[in-house]
């Protein structure tokens, strides 16, 4: 009997997830006669435990086919980590129990370093208490933070929207800085990795130069010597933009976010990193700034997707059912670059066990010497990520996003489960 | 002889002003019998003061039409108000000298209200001082405050901006929401009109229902009522979107962004309005919250500007050439809408001295009544202003926005003006 796929979505979603749920369950519908059917977790692995299954196959071709369109996550998403097997086997027997009950072979989960930690354990389950599943992580993080894969679909998109969204900001900045704003200052996602900040200084270009000062979590914050930065770009060209990731700490740990602010009510941590860079500044050389948090718009931003983002999305999710086919198990489907220019890549298969629980950081040859900018080799790296554009459907001056009618599988199981 | 303009742009800029710019540079280029050149002030009206002029002439057709899909002040813009002619006789005897060096016949300034009161003298000086002017106003403001005109270039864009992103990011907080994220909060500008606040509740549509509260500067504030409205949207759909307008105020008539917060050097007025909204909620209910602050980026994002909102700078830049050709004086070309549906719209002539120095707010009939929502009435009028699509061309991932030579004239004046 044709064994089921159990798919699902984890942790912060991106702008291209749902790309990825596209291309395994189109590729799952094109194989009938060798698997069942997707059932997708209602919440991610939550949706595992409590048997909260959906039943894709009830929704229509063109809906499934909107999903490459359609940012954020279809079933939803979840920050749930699974423990490790020996002391939380309740939670691995559950699993088993509602596979079992629901004829699922395939564990295929979209997620970014810490699913694939969960997938790894999935994919042992076979060894380690006798059910046989084949476990196969699809890469997903704005982070662009797996290793061994050459880029991390969701990344692209991001960095598309930081490249933008600096240039334009920029280009307002320079036509105000007579009297107005001369420093204007993003704060950008990211976590412990430069990757998305470092998106911001592709908007610099030889032909259309704009000066842009980047602060990467990588790079130890030095107030000094970045004042004396912004000052030299301001002298020099009238204005600023600074790109400042989350992640940026003081030399003493704290984040640059929790730089000690409080409210009237002596809350804490009200402010993000882009409004103590401004207020920096101001402190020190009176320029009048402007300040943005991009927040969730950046990950949700598939109006302005980069095209290969979302073909590599697909592909990742397509492929996961292929390599499911083959009979591996324990693997992520990694994206291999093969050439700069013209941009071209492949899929090969990476071992989960070399994925789960490592973060890949900004290598040293991508930030120039200063620790303000990126180099030649960055932007050859990154330029390929944000190419092409890839359009949702509007109507009435919105896109069309799909919404699925995510109907559950009906229960099998009589017995509730209780999430720690 | 045939006179030259002078156009200038003012106050901050906005994604579409260029599309007025180029506007009124190629009708003058088509009616070069009875126009001579067209001079642009650098940075405004400082531009004309310190005879700081820009030729025009002097950028190719290709890259004066390329300004139609280029965000911000191609020509540079600025903060500086001029008084009354009474007690500034100095700048206004300053602007006959360089208008009459020039041979400067018809001023075209593209701005706010603020813009439009300085328009408003300058149509005076002939009148007043002697000096033969046309001055006629060009609407812009991203606010869509201005009066008379049934809404103004660069609000459209904005507003598709800000319904597209609180739709994104809507979609993004739903599912995470089963374990983290419940509550997004995203500030928005408008100073103290809350037409772009407005725009968040587009992304709340009867074919896909968005659980949206919008937090408009025209109602007063209540804390207990707006938290009670959270919690409610949270049990209902469990998540919500909240799209507070910076000009929102406490009732002792503080704006919400200068909640008194202070960093950990004593420094006052670090955040917006966003992260006090938030922190508000996570205090009373606990729920977990992320928050943007859009500011430039709004303004700027000419990637996703509306059609019929370019389509209208255009129109406005053009009609003020027009009106200059027909000997008008002190007027402004406004937009009358003749049909919701389809949307028709056609350019009427206002009279500056309407225009000048009125803020045009929200009317109460397109406010629900609970305060935090938009009428029917009200989607009808903003939905036709987002409609369409306009994007720019691109290159290797990144907009192609034009920068022009901006080749100064020639000064023909031996004196040095100092600004105020």
Same mark, same amino acid.
């Not at 354990?121 to 894969?149: C, E, R, W, Y």
């Not at 103590?276 to 009176?286: L, S, T, W």
């Not at 290969?308 to 999305?313: K, L, P």
């Given at each position: 009997m044709?064994?089921?796929?159990f798919?699902?979505q ?6 291209v ?19 069942? @059917? ?6 991610g ?27 954020s ?9 699974l423990?490790?097997i020996?002391?939380n086997?309740?939670e691995f027997?559950?699993?088993i ?6 004829n699922i072979g395939?564990?295929l ?5 810490d699913?694939?930690d ?7 389950l076979?060894?380690?208490?006798g059910?046989p599943?084949?476990a196969?992580h ?12 050459d880029?991390c ?17 920029s280009l307002d ?17 990211g976590r ?7 998106a ?8 259309q130069?704009?000066p842009?000062?980047?602060?990467f ?9 970045f004042?004396?930065e912004v ?28 730089a000690?602010?409080?409210?009237a009510?002596?809350?804490s ?6 409004p103590v860079v401004?207020?920096?500044v ?5 320029? @009048?700034y ?6 969730y718009?950046?990950r ?5 997707a ?5 073909e590599?999305?697909?592909?990742v ?12 198990n324990?693997?992520?489907?990694a994206?291999k670059?093969?050439s700069?220019?013209p941009?071209?890549?492949k ?22 010497k200063?620790?303000?900018?990126i180099t030649?080799k960055?932007?050859q790296y ?9 359009y949702p459907?509007?109507?009435?001056g919105?896109p069309r ?20």
């Amino acid at each position: 009997m044709r064994k089921n796929i159990f798919y699902a979505q984890s942790g912060g979603v991106t702008s291209v997830i749902n790309a990825s749920a596209c291309g395994v369950i189109e590729t799952a519908r094109k194989n009938r006669d060798k698997i069942g @059917k997707v059932f997708a977790g209602r919440n991610g692995i939550i949706g595992a435990l409590t048997e909260d299954l959906i039943d894709t196959s009830k929704d229509s071709a063109s809906a499934i086919a909107a999903l490459r369109h359609t940012p954020s996550g279809a079933f939803g998403s979840c920050r749930y980590k699974l423990g490790n097997i020996e002391d939380n086997k309740v939670e691995f027997e559950r699993l088993i129990e509602v596979f079992k009950a629901h004829n699922i072979g395939y564990f295929l989960y979209n997620g970014g370093g810490d699913s694939a930690d969960t997938c790894l354990k999935v994919s042992q389950l076979s060894a380690s208490m006798g059910f046989p599943i084949q476990a196969i992580h699809i890469p997903k993080t704005v982070d662009n933070d797996l290793p061994i894969t050459d880029n991390c679909p969701g990344f692209g998109s991001v960095a598309k929207y930081i490249a933008v969204s600096t240039l334009e900001a920029s280009l307002d900045v320079a036509s105000m800085a007579r009297t107005s704003t001369k420093v204007f200052v993003l704060e950008v996602m990211g976590r412990h990795a430069g990757w998305i900040a470092a998106a911001g200084a592709l908007a610099d270009t030889e032909e259309q130069p704009v000066p842009v000062i980047v602060l990467f979590p990588e790079v130890k914050f030095d107030p000094k010597r970045f004042l004396a930065e912004v000052k030299k770009k301001v002298e020099k060209f009238g204005y600023v933009s600074v790109v400042v990731s989350e992640g940026v700490r003081h030399e003493d740990g704290r984040f640059l976010a929790e730089a000690g602010s409080t409210d009237a009510f002596g809350h804490s941590q009200l402010g993000g990193a882009a409004p103590v860079v401004a207020n920096m500044v101001k402190q020190e050389h009176g320029y @009048k700034y402007h300040w943005a948090v991009a927040d969730y718009l950046q990950r949700a931003a598939r109006h302005v997707a980069s095209k290969s983002d979302v073909e590599q999305a697909y592909a990742v999710g397509k492929a996961a059912v292929t390599m499911a086919l083959a009979g591996k198990n324990a693997v992520m489907p990694a994206i291999k670059r093969t050439s700069n220019s013209p941009y071209r890549w492949k899929i090969e298969e990476a071992k989960l066990s070399k994925v789960a629980n490592v973060e890949k950081m900004m290598p040293k040859s991508f930030i120039t010497k200063d620790g303000f900018g990126i180099t030649k080799k960055c932007r050859q790296y990154l330029e390929p990520l944000i190419k092409g554009e890839d359009y949702p459907p509007y109507k009435n001056g919105l896109p069309r996003y799909v919404r699925l009618k995510n109907i559950a599988v009906t229960k099998k199981l009589n017995n509730e489960f209780t999430l720690k």
